[in-house]
């Protein structure tokens, strides 16, 4: 018996399907999901087992530490390490099966000649992680220890700005100048779906893989895979004329009965949703009212069709209110949503 006043359903069924979208759009194209972040706060172990089922052999994290936690003893199995050396041991790296991604000339002169096996990051303009065009002169690309040229699209669900061409453009000059057996890997989730001159070998699906999109054209390919819900922890009646929350933001016109929901900003639930958002049972709507607190936050029950109860669940995002839906109303993108479901929120794989 689920106890916990927040559950976060993940549709493993839907979350294959997404994974075989990503596949289908090219033959043999290597998709390798990016898992960081807790794969994006849905269970890292979870999801991780769930792909190697489906003979993924090729996985993402952002730190040596989300590698580690793998435990990956295969050495078939590559693990991509993002945010590169970092300082580490290199042992730590090559002892677990890992494989930092290279970010900067320093970095790269560390691994050249260790016989560690590592990715190149080429910065075609983002200017976030990765080496600059005018220091990859520096790198000597046929250095059998590399295993992959990638780099970032910064606008790849935009999918009418010429910045993503102009990024592929620069690309390609690696692309064609160096040998066949290193992969090369441009496109994200998005990006995937710019045309089919953005697969390259490799893609790095994350968001949309698990649901989550920023453009209606991904959304039209994928299935949702979360549904987050909130326990009724309280019931009861406001008077005319009181205020719900703090700093008294709502004030009631009428008296109305509300329900307490036993989950709150710490497990997820964004203050901008206060007086903005709402929650779903069956085909009720109800609104949020007032500020939404640490651990809890009160919603409109007044016009219920049914007879709710404390210990019932309320979706707070489901297959109909999609987590794009719900990020828009919060001003925010899918992945920040995601990522901020908290830990007391039970996850439950169906």
């Known amino acids: 018996m689920i106890k916990e006043s927040g559950i976060l359903?993940?549709?493993?069924?839907?979350?294959?399907?997404?994974?075989?979208?990503?596949?289908k759009l090219k033959k043999n194209l290597i998709v390798a999901p990016t898992i960081k972040a807790n794969a994006y706060g849905l269970g890292y172990k979870s999801i991780f087992n769930l792909l190697l089922k489906r003979n993924c052999k090729h996985f993402f994290v952002a730190t040596l530490d989300e590698g580690l936690k793998l435990k990956n003893s295969n050495k078939l199995i590559n693990i991509f390490v993002l945010n590169g050396l970092q300082d580490y041991n290199l042992k730590r790296f090559s002892s677990s099966n890992l494989i930092p991604v290279i970010n900067s000339i320093e970095e790269y002169e560390k691994?050249?000649?260790?016989?560690?096996k590592f990715a190149i990051h080429i910065d075609t303009g983002i200017n976030r992680l990765g080496i600059p065009i005018e220091k990859t002169k520096e790198i000597d690309f046929k250095n059998k220890n590399i295993q992959l040229i990638l780099s970032h699209l910064s606008s790849a669900d935009e999918y009418k700005n010429n910045y993503n061409s102009k990024q592929r453009k620069i690309f390609n000059r690696f692309k064609f100048k160096?040998?066949?057996?290193?992969i090369f890997s441009l496109a994200n989730s998005h990006g995937a779906i710019l045309n089919k001159s953005y697969l390259y070998d490799m893609i790095r699906p994350g968001i949309g893989l698990y649901g989550g999109f920023e453009?209606?054209?991904?959304?039209?390919?994928?299935?949702?895979?979360?549904?987050?819900k909130g326990k009724i922890i309280q019931i009861k009646n406001i008077q005319k004329n009181q205020y719900v929350?703090?700093?008294?933001?709502?004030?009631?016109?009428?008296?109305?009965?509300?329900a307490i929901i036993g989950i709150g900003y710490e497990d997820g639930i964004p203050r901008s949703l206060s007086n903005n958002g709402y929650v779903y049972f069956?085909?009720?709507?109800?609104?949020?009212?007032?500020?939404?607190?640490?651990?809890?936050?009160?919603?409109?029950i007044s016009k219920s069709s049914h007879v709710l109860n404390i210990g019932m669940y309320l979706d707070i995002i489901n297959d109909e209110h999609k987590?794009?839906?719900?990020?828009?109303?919060?001003?925010t993108i899918p992945n920040e949503v995601l990522t901020s479901i908290g830990k007391r929120v039970y996850r439950k794989y169906e």
């Open 215 to 228: 453009n209606k054209k991904l959304g039209k390919s994928i299935k949702n895979v979360i549904i987050l």
């Open 178 to 182: 160096f040998a066949n057996e290193i």
């Open 323 to 331: 987590i794009d839906k719900f990020a828009k109303i919060c001003k």
């Open 111 to 116: 691994v050249k000649k260790s016989g560690l």
């Open 282 to 300: 069956k085909k009720n709507k109800f609104k949020i009212v007032g500020r939404i607190s640490m651990d809890t936050f009160t919603v409109d």
């Open 9 to 23: 359903i993940i549709n493993t069924k839907n979350l294959i399907y997404n994974y075989n979208f990503f596949k």
């Open 245 to 258: 929350g703090y700093n008294r933001t709502y004030k009631t016109k009428t008296k109305i009965k509300v």
